[in-house]
């Protein structure tokens, strides 16, 4: 069964501080995502990483950075964190790009920014 | 703006009842079609998904049907289970980047016993 970790579960952040989210996945998984999902937009892809090292910006990328040290590990970086950035994100990984592909998400980070 | 649409935001029905959970899109590049299901407190889990070359793909209780030309999707549920009550989202990727997923907004389902 595929395992993806997500931590903090939930965190509360200050306006303008530094935030980061953390995901380890021990699937073996060539390729792990960040997504952020808000109540009536679903979910929405902020970078994604298909090598460590190297990452790729998603549809909505601005005020995010993100960094893949190795394979299994892939962090979601907020520098100034702000009000518009509260919401529940989450970390998924899959074995390739091509159809038929299966995305396997962890349970999600909740974040509040005051 | 949304690339993927879908509808009801929200929906219940009975215990042994069909379910028809709809979205649309205009980007006819896309070609890959997968609903995932999420229950409270949980990541999103892929249920079922379907290519553009197919107009209909079943799983069980669970049927995805394909409009190519209408650029339309839906999901149905036959014999819905109270156990089914979830968010459920379409979802559309295309071309060299599978992977890469735009989701529908969502659409909540009770299903009351």
């Known amino acids: 069964e595929a395992a993806v970790t997500q931590s903090p579960r939930s965190k509360v952040a200050v306006t303008g501080g530094k935030v980061t989210l953390s995901c380890h996945q021990t699937?073996?998984?060539?390729?792990m995502y960040w997504y952020r999902q808000d109540t009536g937009h679903g979910l929405r892809l902020i970078h994604y990483?298909?090598?460590?090292?190297?990452?790729e910006k998603g549809d909505i990328p601005d005020g995010y950075k993100a960094s893949r040290p190795s394979q299994e590990n892939f962090s979601l970086i907020l520098e100034l964190a702000s009000l518009s950035q509260t919401a529940v994100y989450f970390c998924a990984s899959s074995v390739d790009r091509y159809s038929g592909n299966t995305l396997y998400f962890g349970e999600g980070s909740r974040l509040i920014v005051v | 703006q949304q690339q993927v649409r879908q509808s009801p935001q929200s929906l219940t029905v009975w215990e042994g009842g069909t379910t028809v959970l709809t979205c649309s899109y205009e980007?006819?590049?896309?070609?890959?079609f997968p609903w995932y299901q999420q229950f409270p407190g949980e990541g999103p889990a892929l249920l079922i998904s379907i290519l553009s070359v197919s107009d209909k793909k079943e799983d069980g209780r669970f049927t995805t049907f394909f409009n190519k030309r209408e650029k339309k999707l839906s999901l149905h549920i036959i014999d819905s289970q109270p156990g089914d009550s979830a968010t459920y989202f379409c979802a559309a990727s295309r071309g060299a980047n599978y992977n890469v997923l735009y989701f529908g907004s969502g659409t909540k389902l009770t299903v009351e016993p």
């Open positions: 990483s298909y090598v460590a090292d190297s990452t």
């Open positions: 980007d006819s590049t896309f070609n890959y």
């Open positions: 699937n073996n998984h060539d390729y």
